[in-house]
């Protein structure tokens, strides 16, 4: 359905024109608005005169807005069939789903990103071509490239066993990871490990800035030897919470050539 939407207005290059895309489904405007953080929100989808409106949250970046704007976008089907209905989480993910195709659609962000090598440099280029944040970009490159490669999150916090015992100091970890379908390990021994103070990653975080290097991924999950770049970040919008942002790829003997 989404796909059939973006029929309706094709582009070649730049973001997808979402107030067209959204005036199609019957969206008066899109405006961005003050939500309060305690709903949760980022957009909100609004009844009006026979339509809607979308109001996104001002305090956000443009990039997230524009997904917010997209996955109410996706919301106007779902009120097709229960206009009154409550989203469910079911609904919630799909129009997650919808908010990516709407906005990184497969047909122009796959050959984008084929055209270009796999690295954080290539992922901001397609942050800036569809006006998209880095962590959705370099999400949707996982998706589409044929480089066995893994977009990693650390950042400082305790294992799930040492909130629960209120003990433990926090460590460097990788909190979130989306690796791509060549990727050798399926399983989520990523997760929760502590990460080296002294590999690619860890020196990234802590000085907040970009590295790059060949190593081991800094977690004692896995051996062997891979292609990491690493950049600081913060959550949200650059004054929060210290994190990292990690692609990497290999094992380097499975990639040999790339």
């Known amino acids: 359905m989404c796909e059939d939407l973006l029929a309706q207005c094709p582009t070649d290059r730049g973001p997808s024109p979402l107030p067209v895309l959204a005036s199609c489904r019957g969206v008066r405007g899109i ?59 079911e609904e919630e993910r799909l129009c997650d789903l919808g908010a990516v195709a709407l906005t990184m659609p497969v047909a122009r962000f796959g050959p984008f990103l084929r055209a270009r ?81 002294r590999s690619v990653i860890g020196q990234a975080f802590a000085c907040q800035d970009h590295r790059a290097g060949q190593g081991s991924l800094g977690t004692p999950f896995r051996a062997g030897t891979y292609a990491i770049e690493a950049r600081g970040s913060r959550y949200p919008h650059g004054t929060g919470v210290r994190r990292v942002l990690a692609l990497a790829r290999g094992p380097l003997a499975d990639v040999h050539g790339e």
């Open 117 to 197: 090598p796999l690295c954080l440099a290539s992922v901001d280029e397609c942050c800036r071509e569809f006006a998209v944040s880095i962590t959705a970009a370099g999400r949707r490159a996982m998706e589409l490239t044929d480089v066995p490669a893994c977009l990693f999150v650390g950042q400082k916090a305790q294992t799930l066993a040492q909130a629960r015992a209120g003990s433990g100091a926090p460590q460097l970890r990788i909190v979130k990871w989306w690796p791509s379908a060549q990727w050798p390990f399926a399983d989520d021994s990523h997760l929760n490990l502590p990460v080296s103070p």
């Open 31 to 89: 405006r961005p608005r003050l939500i309060s953080p305690v709903t949760g929100c980022s957009g909100l989808l609004i009844p009006q005169d026979g339509g809607y409106l979308i109001a996104v949250c001002e305090a956000q970046p443009q990039s997230r807005q524009n997904f917010s704007a997209a996955h109410e976008i996706v919301h106007t089907f779902f009120r097709e069939v229960r206009p009154a209905a409550t989203a469910s989480p």
